[in-house]
Antibody, heavy 125, light 112 residues
Framework: QVQLKESGPGLVQPSQTLSLTCTVS????????VHWVRQPPGKGLEWMGG???????DYNSALKSRLSISRDTSKSQVFLKMNSLQTDDTAIYFC???????????????????WGQGASVTVSS | QITLTQQAESLWISPGERVSITCRAS???????????LSWYQQRPGQTTKALIY???VRTDGVPTRFIGSGSGTEFTLSIEHVQPEDFAIYYC?????????FGGGTKLELK
């Protein structure tokens, strides 16, 4: 059974760094990609970035300067680190598995077929 | 970046009715493999977000047949036939053709 579970601090101070962990089960990180999506309170979804099965990463250009995604395949964990947090980074942060393939040029993904419950993060002093 | 527009923020319907949710892309979502990289998701309170449709019209495993995805190019529709009480939720479209992946703003189905 495919499962993803986010964990991390619920409260982060402004200007500090957010660190989240996504622990997965039921699939291999070396043959699947995992992505991060966030949702501010009462608002829509924003794709943040992801890490592909080969370990390469892709980031939303709006967040790229602050964001880092990495993994530890031996622990089945994917990590998100984002620095210089501000109050508008307050959101629920989801990790998701995405299905796709590499066509020789691009990583092609067609669906985020499994989602975690999300980790609520509040940025406040 | 590709913008996805879901015109309706809310739709009020009664159980048993049919409803269509539209998603318009700022450019074609057709890839060189002949498939559209447009998917649909359902968010319900207390539940994990659920993938309903991918490649514009393919239902994911276990999704009821009353959920129908259609469209091509830049115009896509998620239709729900005979809406059930558990279908009252927020629906999002997502394009994964080009980075950054982008979601539509969401459409909330509300009880009339």
């Amino acid at each position: 059974q495919v499962q993803l579970k986010e964990s991390g601090p619920g409260l982060v101070q402004p200007s500090q760094t957010l660190s989240l962990t996504c622990t997965v089960s039921g699939f291999s990180l070396t043959s699947n990609s995992v992505h991060w999506v966030r949702q501010p309170p009462g608002k829509g979804l924003e794709w943040m970035g992801g890490i592909w099965g080969d370990g390469s990463t892709d980031y939303n250009s709006a967040l790229k300067s602050r964001l880092s995604i990495s993994r530890d395949t031996s622990k089945s964990q994917v990590f998100l680190k984002m620095n210089s947090l501000q109050t508008d980074d307050t959101a629920i942060y989801f990790c998701t598995r995405s299905l796709g393939y590499y066509d020789g040029y691009y990583h092609v993904s067609y669906v985020m077929d499994a989602w975690g419950q999300g980790a609520s993060v509040t940025v406040s002093s | 970046q590709i913008t996805l527009t879901q015109q309706a923020e809310s739709l009020w319907i009664s159980p048993g009715e049919r409803v269509s949710i539209t998603c318009r892309a700022s450019q074609s979502l057709l890839y060189t493999d002949g498939k559209h990289y447009l998917s649909w998701y359902q968010q319900r309170p207390g539940q994990t977000t659920k993938a309903l449709i991918y490649h514009a019209s393919v239902r994911t495993d276990g999704v009821p047949t009353r959920f129908i995805g259609s469209g091509s190019g830049t115009e896509f529709t998620l239709s729900i036939e005979h809406v059930q009480p558990e279908d009252f939720a927020i629906y999002y479209c997502l394009q994964t053709l080009k980075s950054p992946w982008t979601f539509g703003g969401g459409t909330k189905l509300e009880l009339k």
